[in-house]
């Protein structure tokens, strides 16, 4: 057939043929297939003679080890194709593993394995099976939240005070599971947490993801980064982000509203730096922007914060305030009582100056920076003629634990000084050169009776709070507290445990430790309760080593553990005495109750070992005594294991108190423990302190003072405070 077809081809002459030998070996004998290929001609099998062969070669078996190994290996593959149909159809509980035969010719040609060995795998490194999981692990798409429902879970955070919690809600639920984009919603409310609790850094640290993040700053923001400096756990911490904030505001050209200038007046005002606060106060009048209570509320705050000359400053910034018409509230009258209790009032001209400005009226007293002067006014007289049916205060020379302005009247109506009023006004006052504490800066704005007649007038309601503040600036004798107590049974308040601990520091700070412990009688009178700050303040009257162990033995039997400020207190009695049996016995508790010295702890023993050194190099005849030497020898000995105990044996004060000093941002990083946390119990967390009415304390069996006899009939037989129109008031009688 093949040479018919060459004779075909050859006969037509116009084809070219092409001629292809094929050699095949097909069950075990070799043909010679000659193919040709021509062009525009189909071929078909059955012209070629294929037909024919496949017929015949259909029943024909192959050869014994060709046909073994080519059959299993279509077997094998027939049965995998099989095994993985039917797989499609079950459900994937009915799911087998298949085994896969492995291929070992690799590894029995590896050159590294010798022998029947074998090559054990290559461990995973951990960090590369994290990323993998991480990155084949699809989104839980079913569980992703929306922004509101996150911030819900964030504010029911910080509202049980667990800001470790609501933080990682953003860094880690919702950016590392969720991969959720957070919007700045989460961020404000987060940066606004960390703001209440003091979190400075972590603060600034979310207000910089937030800008990376390409995100909206809202004014509120800024707000609350200035509080969050507000609120730092130091001064320089404080200062140093919100000036940096500040000139980062500037350089962006932001139009600063109401709200963000009283929190930058909170900032700077309570880390007083009272010159930048009084200059943001020129640029509100400059931009004309509402000057409200709350402003002038932070101005008051920030004359607080100058010890010098707050009273001052706090004097001109009132009656600037009454000018303007805004009407003083509790906020304000507690700032002022602030003031008086911690500011002098600096120069004593300057003082008169602006006494002189108030008193005219006329005078327009701008709020200026510190370094700007006042207009020159007259000095006040300091000779006025004493009449008698008015009040003269002068320096009292006969009593030094009494008020150094004694007040004389021959009138039975008590007036006093009250520069505080909307019509001020000095009285008989001679000078102002002998005004130096607390109680006497008061009876300049009109004491107790005037201060509380001014607060009614303007319909403001008093706290236990206020009366606890007060407490502290009234003249340092019984029958000023009788009074005061007076007033608090007559307006119906309730006192807590705050108010008592600080009328035992008050009587220790004046060396009555009898009196303190008469008020441990008026708790329990009241039916309160002490508290470790009441063991505090208890702990000043502790002058022998006795009373020391009295009071721990108080302390255990009530389960309140002794703390650093309570041996504080004991060592500064232990180093005023100079009692070496006392310093070391405050030395052993603090080893024996596992206590970290705090700075002034350390301060108090490095002052009280250079002391004595110094007594020793001047050869005081008190140290030549052998119970001097015996004495001390053991305190140098107790000492210096105390410093080789707290690992600051070698170091300097500086050094030590670096070295031992509280990181305060520690505080954020660490995990709550369950149970043993009281603000993770809402009904703890938001639960008051307990106030009592002390209606059962006999006010008039209280100790008095021995040279005022007829202080109680004249307390009885003082007017009474009338009822105000105004039914919210709780000066009115009941």
Known sequence: MLTQLLRNAVARNFYRYQQQCIMTQHRGSMEMVLRAKFLHVKVYDKDAGLKEKREANKNKPMSAVENKDAWDGIRQQQAVKEELSQIKHQTKEDIKEIDVPI????????????????????????????????????????????????????????????????????????????????????????????????????????????????????????TSLFNACANAPSRLDGLTTARRLKENLLEKGYEANVKNYNAMLKAFGRWGDIETVYMLADEMVDKKLEMNGETYNFLLQACASDTKMGFRHCLLTWHKMLRQGIQPDYYSFNAVLRCVRDCGFGELQTM?????????????????????????????????????????????????????????????????????????H???????????????????????????????????????????????????????????????????????????????????????YEGGKEVLS??????????????????LGCTTVESSRELLHQMRQNNIRMNIQILGAMLRQGCAKKSFPYICEIIQISLDENIKPNDIFLRHLHNFHLQCARAIDDRHPSTKTKLFKKQHKEFC????????????????????????????????????????????????????KLRKYIKKIKIQNLKGDEDDINVLEELKEAPA??????????????
Do not use: W
């Open 103 to 222: 291929d070992n010719t690799a590894a029995a040609n590896d050159p590294d394995l010798f022998g029947d060995a074998t090559k054990a795998p290559l461990p995973e490194d951990e960090g590369d099976k994290v990323e993998d999981e991480y990155i084949s692990r699809p989104t839980r798409r079913s569980k992703k939240l929306r922004t509101k429902e996150y911030a819900a879970i964030i504010k029911e955070h910080l509202n049980n005070h667990r800001l470790k919690d609501a933080i990682e809600v953003l860094e880690i639920r919702m950016i590392k599971e969720d991969r959720v984009k957070p919007e700045n919603y989460i961020y404000n409310l987060l940066i606004s947490g960390c703001a209440k609790a003091g979190y400075t850094r972590k603060a600034f640290q979310l207000y910089t993801k937030m800008r990376q993040r390409g995100l909206k700053v809202k004014e509120s923001t800024y």
């Open 352 to 424: 008169e100056q602006a006494l002189k400005g108030i008193l005219i009226g006329n005078e327009t007293i701008e709020i200026t920076s510190t370094s700007s002067s006042l207009h020159q006014l007259e000095n006040i007289s300091g000779d006025v003629t004493n009449a008698s049916d008015k009040l003269a205060v002068e320096k009292s020379n006969e009593n030094s634990s009494l008020s150094s302005l004694q007040i004389e009247s021959d009138a039975t109506s008590l007036v006093l000084p009250n520069l505080l009023a909307p019509h001020p």
């Open 426 to 512: 000095l009285g008989s006052m001679v000078s102002l050169a002998e005004v130096e504490k607390p109680h006497e800066r008061f009876l300049l704005v009109g004491g107790l009776q005037g201060f509380l007649e001014l607060m009614k007038s303007y319909h403001i309601t008093p706290d236990i709070e206020t009366f606890t503040t007060m407490l502290e600036v009234i003249p340092p004798t019984n029958s000023a507290e009788k009074q005061l107590l007076t007033y608090i049974r007559k307006i119906g308040l309730k006192a807590d445990i705050d108010f008592f601990n600080i009328l035992i520091k008050k009587r220790a700070m004046r060396f009555d």
């Open 522 to 539: 008026m708790i329990r009178t009241a039916g309160l309760h002490p508290d470790i700050v009441t063991y505090g303040v208890l702990a």
């Open 637 to 688: 000995d107790k000492y210096r294991l105390y410093k080789e105990e707290q690992g600051i044996a070698n170091l300097k004060l500086d050094d030590a108190i670096k070295k031992l000093r509280e990181r305060p941002y520690q505080q954020y990083k660490e995990d709550y423990e369950e149970g043993m946390e009281p603000l993770k119990n809402q009904k703890i967390a938001q639960k008051q």
């Open 721 to 734: 405070l009338t009822p105000p129109k105004n039914e919210k008031n709780p000066f009115r009688s009941n």
